[in-house]
């Protein structure tokens, strides 16, 4: 039995893992060449311990009932109809590709970006690659207090030798460092308590070698009997004081932006405060403050986006699903085809909350023991249609380049262009 997973993320990975255990075959898609999703092109450079996590992928891409197919897109180079005709099942990890608006007036001016973008930018995603961040801004915003916030605050703080040692793509380096940013204001909109970011990621933010982080005392005042929360309050209220570094990191919070201000591009951004309502959320409260700043990253959260052929919820922003089986609009089952992960179950948790979510997924599939009503072989469709894939050893093959590119002082350097990628393979014999 033979089941194609479609997206190279953790997900993808982790219900790989649980279906070679059942005894499925594992055919893995993926429309860019190499694998690791969000691994890859989401977790910062400079937290290679997250990466690490790869090594177990590897792993599970060792047995020999996996193959992956990178560089095959769907809807390109396949549909999800075809899939179906070809496998027990149908499991689409294709994650969160886009991001949350702010609905804010100016949020479209040149300067204002998805924090989503950046990322993936300076990860070296070839969809991004091209883009270009007005680094010559000396105040920023980064609106949001999640974790991917604090990514970007701290690779937008790190000193270039800092960033020299990392993966991290060689144009953005460069840019970063010429960077002029010299303050970088991290924006949540309800109190230190509702933060979205880990203590892990709150406390790199009291230790940054470029940089100073500033709080203001009466909006870091609280405790909690919940350990994690006062943990939190912990970090927030022994941060060292400021000792003169080159760079500030201002965390705020209680404060909501409502305009980014600016006549061709951004020059400010209105913010109001807010204060908590009983059930915790934000209220404004009248009262307002401009903050001069020349950039913008809105970091309110990814989004999903539909698949052709696929039913989605627009409103939720994923895949129509009950517990991971793709129901359509009347709520049946739509046989063979399963969801997993961030499209399943929107942009929430960490790499492994992704193991849980798969597993329920698979073991739907296991219990529902389709067969594909054909057998042709996905080698011989793309085959047909002259699609160049790319297997787990072609990307072993581009991941040995990278590394061998990195010259022992980086851990690799990425190939960031699709053709470079599929050059530097060759022509499949
Ligand atoms: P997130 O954790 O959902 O945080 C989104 C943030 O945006 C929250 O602070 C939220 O505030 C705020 N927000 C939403 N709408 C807003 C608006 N209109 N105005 C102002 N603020 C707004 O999302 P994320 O940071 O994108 O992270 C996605 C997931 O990846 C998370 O589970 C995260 O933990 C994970 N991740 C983990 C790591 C790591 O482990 N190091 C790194 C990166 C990402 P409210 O709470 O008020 O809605």
Known sequence: MKVAVVGS??????????????????????RLPCPYGLVRYGVAPDHPKIKSV?????????????????????GRDVTVDELRERYAAVLLCTGAQSDRRMGIPGEDLPGSHPATEFVAWYNGHPDYRHLSFDLSQ??????????????????????????EGTDIADYALEALRSSKVREVWMLG?????????????????????????????????????DKQIAKRFEILQTAPPPRGLARKLH????????????????????????????????????EYEDLPVGLVFRSVGYRGVPLAGVPFDARKHVISNV????????????????????????????????????????????????????SQDLTDLLSSRGVR???FDDWKALDKLEVARGGGTRPRVKFTALDEMIEALGVRA
């Open 323 to 374: 517990g991971g089986r793709v129901v359509d609009e009347s709520g049946a089952v739509v046989p063979r085809l399963y969801t997993a992960g961030w499209i399943k179950r929107g942009p929430s948790g960490v790499i492994g909350t992704n193991k849980p979510c798969a597993k329920e997924t698979v073991d739907k599939v296991v219990e529902d023991a389709l067969t594909p009503p054909g």
């Open 54 to 74: 790869i090594a177990i992928y590897e792993k599970i891409a060792d047995n020999p009932r996996f193959r992956f197919f990178g560089n095959v897109e769907l």
């Open 251 to 286: 965390l705020r919070f209680l404060v909501s932006p409502v305009e980014i201000t600016g006549s061709s591009r951004v020059e400010g951004l209105r913010l109001v405060r807010n204060r908590l309502t009983a059930d915790f959320q934000a209220e404004p409260t009248g």
């Open 138 to 163: 000396e105040r920023v915003a980064v609106v949001g207090v999640g974790n991917v916030a604090v990514d970007v605050a701290r690779i937008l703080c790190r000193t270039p030798e800092e960033l």
């Open 389 to 391: 894939w790319v297997t």
């Open 9 to 30: 993320g953790p997900t993808g990975f982790y219900a790989a893992e649980d279906l070679l255990k059942k005894d499925y075959a594992v055919d893995m898609l993926d």
């Open 189 to 225: 909109r309800r109190g230190a308590e509702q933060a979205a970011f880990t203590n892990p990621e709150l406390r790199e933010l009291t230790a940054l070698e470029g940089a100073d982080l500033i709080l203001r005392p009466d909006e870091i005042q609280g405790s909690s009997t």
